[in-house]
């Protein structure tokens, strides 16, 4: 559990947090900035235990309805979830313009974020801070590919994306080099609407 007295790493978030967003009156529901590292209860990860994360952002830019959809109104705690998890890796998935600005503005000190324009991307960390000490480096090119394959006799298609990104290990003992991928699938009946992966992507597997 983490206390709520800001350290100077965390008062530095929170001043970046409010240079990001905009002015408090056209806020709206969000949290407020103070808040960022209000006490949790997320594991505290071993300074040499590699922690990987895998989190769907939902990229507002499609027809989704009601507020829960609108990044504007959750930025703040989608941000709080990843600084809760300190995971040293996020596979990210439905990304957009908006998600990709806010993160590298909040967390680009302290983490990479790679991606593809396809809506998928892997961010890491990359120096050790404080109790944590792993992080990486490039170790190649990242490179991304489209899937597409049909089910049921052609009647359903999935398609997606992965993104691969090769990196080398630091802080971790018996590790030294890693791919991480991230990959979003979506899942399409015959006439191009979308429809419940839950169902589907076992087929696929």
């Known amino acids: 559990r983490k206390e709520a007295s800001a350290s100077g790493r965390e008062a530095a978030m929170i001043r970046r947090l409010v240079a990001a967003l905009p002015a ?25 235990h590699l922690r990987i994360c895998t989190f769907n952002l939902l990229n507002d830019s499609l027809p989704w309805t009601g507020l829960h959809a ?3 109104t959750r930025r703040v705690n989608a941000l709080r979830c990843l600084l809760a998890i300190d995971a040293d890796a996020y ?44 992080h990486f480096a490039p170790a190649g090119k990242a490179f991304s590919r489209k899937l597409q394959a049909p089910f049921d006799h052609g009647k359903m298609q999935c398609t997606g994306f992965a ?43």
């Not at 408090?24 to 590292?37: I, N, T």
């Not at 600005?101 to 967390?107: C, E, G, K, Q, S």
């Not at 080099?177 to 899942?187: A, D, M, Q, S």
């Open 24 to 48: 408090e009156e056209r806020r709206g529901v969000e949290p407020e900035p103070s808040h960022l590292f209000a006490p949790h209860t997320v594991p505290t990860a071993a300074a040499a």
């Open 70 to 72: 609108v990044w504007g």
């Open 91 to 134: 596979l990210l998935q439905e990304l957009n313009a908006n998600s990709v600005d806010f993160l590298r503005a909040m967390l680009g000190d302290e983490y990479a974020l790679i991606d593809d324009r396809g809506g998928v991307a892997v961010m890491y960390r990359t120096a050790p801070r404080d109790g944590r000490s792993i």
């Open 163 to 205: 993104l691969n990104v090769p990196l080398e290990v630091y802080g971790c003992p018996g590790l030294r080099r890693l791919v991480l991928t991230t990959v979003h699938l979506i899942t399409e009946d015959g006439h191009g609407q979308m429809i419940s992966t839950n169902t589907r992507a076992p087929a696929y597997a």
